[in-house]
């Protein structure tokens, strides 16, 4: 069943690509045309899809919040206001699992270390914020980066943000 799913995906796929609308009208109705084909396809396997405001209602799992890259260059300290003016923000139009911000472990625009949280374990404190921020919210985050943990320390706040978040959706869903 996974592999024909997948087909369908690949060849809808391939289709989106030799769509050549013409001007700005021409380009919307191909993109919501593509994305009636295409979103219940990905939806089927269980992945998530990101995508836009707009086609969030044809079974998309989230949309941004607020994302502005360079914002994620400021000192680190900004960052948890950043990100929960982004939710709060974010929240007037959907409810938090709809939404998605991302979370940058290392250096993306500029700032420097800074900026950024790596090495996980030197900034605990702020790693364990920005996880109770998004996690505590019910907000889908995309995570950049090359792991979630660097220390058993580390793996432990991300294992306690997790089981937070699991506990309150159970009791959410019943």
Known sequence: MFSKTMARIQETYAHLLNIRPQGILGFSVATMESHERFLPLVSGTGHLSYCARLVLSQRQSKTGMGYTENDWSLPR???????????????????????????????????????????????????????????????????????????DETREAVLKWVSFYQEASRHLEQ
């Open 77 to 151: 300290q900004y960052q948890p206001l950043i990100e929960r003016q982004n939710i709060y923000d974010g929240t007037w139009e959907k409810t938090p699992s709809m939404g998605g911000c991302t979370f940058r472990f290392m250096q993306y625009h500029g700032g420097g270390s800074a900026a950024t949280v790596e090495p996980l374990q030197e900034n605990l404190a702020h790693y364990e914020t920005r996880l109770a921020d998004l996690l505590g919210a019910g907000v889908q985050a995309a995570w950049r980066g090359d792991r979630l943990y660097d220390t």
